[in-house]
Nanobody, 124 residues
């Protein structure tokens, strides 16, 4: 069983930056792909980005491409999301997940459990 804890959210003005962290404990971290998701008020949870177990492969939702960067430190069992040029539409609770198959990482329905997430609020 793995435990994932998100942190780093906060309130920022439009155009600002934040770096989110996802710390893992429990089972091996380095053998799994990792992903970020978000849920805005009144909207469904959506995929943001994923990174392969080695860190060599990454993918992003179109809405964040060129602004967000996903990375991981397997030695620290931590994944990051650097968010630049934040916009009010990025306001959401951000969650991290762990997976095996990159082909299905984007599918929010495949995950049974979601943590507390970390709130990101971008003011205009």
């Amino acid at each position: 069983q793995v435990q994932l804890v998100e942190s780093g959210g906060g309130l920022v003005q439009a155009g600002g930056s934040l770096r989110l962290s996802c710390a893992a404990s429990g089972r091996t971290f380095s053998g799994y792909a990792m992903g970020w998701f978000r849920q805005a008020p009144g909207k469904e949870r959506e995929f943001v980005a994923y990174i392969s177990s080695s860190g060599n492969l990454v993918d992003y939702a179109d809405s964040v491409k060129g602004r967000f960067t996903i990375s991981r430190d397997n030695g620290k069992k931590t994944m990051y999301l650097q968010m630049n040029s934040l916009q009010p539409e990025d306001t959401a609770v951000y969650y991290c997940q762990q997976g095996v198959n990159l082909a299905t990482m984007r599918d929010t329905g495949k995950y049974d459990y979601w943590g507390q997430g970390t709130q990101v609020t971008v003011s205009s």
